[in-house]
């Protein structure tokens, strides 16, 4: 399935996943129905703008490591894969922790060896407005800027390994954010200037450690990003499917991981991944 919803209904129950886009002007987002639960394939999330949305809560969660469950502990794992697992390790939110270019190793040498010891970038983003910086491997690039909601981006270094890159981070987290106003992005509808990540880069550059200055770059141009947002709401309401499970709205726009609904509701699919939830869009 690859469904083109401009002239049908849907109304299928899955686990919810974080969305996958394709850049563009707008960005295309796509939502993954688990062939679990239907046959396999995905729906353009686009093609149901001006639509009405219905989200129901079952009340049971699919846990990352694929088993139902009737709670998850954080971040969509349960008690024992948030604990046992190398995908919520603590390199992961912090990536100068990560020590797997050492050969030492958190959870999951093979794991760990394979996802931390290769090329990562170090990037500067427009979001709401505000200059962020971040850490992500090279192949999740321009995803990481589209998943957070980020309207340029810019790489400011390209480092061997997860390590070197959170170290990078840090120096520059003195200077700059490294954290998404989530409300001010949702706010924001003006495209922000993507030059002004530029003037950033040359004020930041000096700040990295001498010791990685070799991995500094000024050979990229800023990437500017346009979401397929109608308009952009004044004040937000977030939908909280536990305290509301049911709900029923006209989606005007997505944006980073975002859906966002008339009436200022807006709702994260990143952050309730692993929710059964039946969706209806008529």
């Known amino acids: 399935m690859n469904s083109n919803l401009t002239n049908s209904t849907m109304d299928l129950t899955f686990p919810l996943q974080k969305m996958r886009a394709e850049n563009g002007e707008p960005i295309t987002y796509f939502h993954l129905v688990d062939r679990a639960f239907h046959d396999s394939g995905e729906f353009v999330v686009n093609d149901a703008l001006h639509r009405k949305h219905t989200l129901e809560f079952e009340g049971r969660y699919r846990c990352f490591c694929g088993e139902l469950k009737n709670r998850v502990y954080q971040r969509n794992f349960c008690y024992d894969c948030f604990f046992k697992l190398p995908q919520a390790s603590q390199s992961i939110f912090k990536p100068e922790l990560s020590q797997a270019h050492l050969g030492i190793y958190e959870r999951d040498a093979e794991w760990e060896q394979k996802v931390h010891v290769q090329p990562h970038f170090v990037y500067l983003a427009m979001t709401g407005g505000e200059v962020k910086v971040g850490v992500t ?4 690039i321009p995803t990481r800027w589209i998943d957070q ?4 981006g810019l790489i400011i270094a390209e480092a061997p390994h997860r ?8 120096a520059l987290k003195a200077r700059v954010n490294d954290k998404t ?4 992005m949702l706010t924001t509808g003006s495209q922000d200037d993507a030059s002004v990540l530029l003037d950033k880069r040359a004020e930041l550059l000096p700040l990295i450690p001498e010791d990685h200055q070799l991995y500094s770059t000024v050979e990229y141009e800023p990437l500017s990003l346009v979401f397929p947002v109608e308009a ?4 937000i309401k977030s939908l909280n499917l536990e305290k509301t499970p049911q709900f029923s709205g006209v989606l005007i726009g997505v944006k980073g991981q975002y859906l966002i609904f008339e009436d200022g509701v807006v709702f994260n699919i990143r952050s309730n991944e692993g929710k059964i939830v039946r969706w209806r869009i008529d």
């Open 181 to 184: 106003n989530w409300r001010r």
């Open 149 to 152: 909601g980020a309207t340029a």
């Open 232 to 235: 952009y709401p004044t004040k």
């Open 163 to 170: 390590h070197a890159a959170g170290v990078i981070e840090v």
């Open 137 to 140: 491997r090279s192949n999740q």
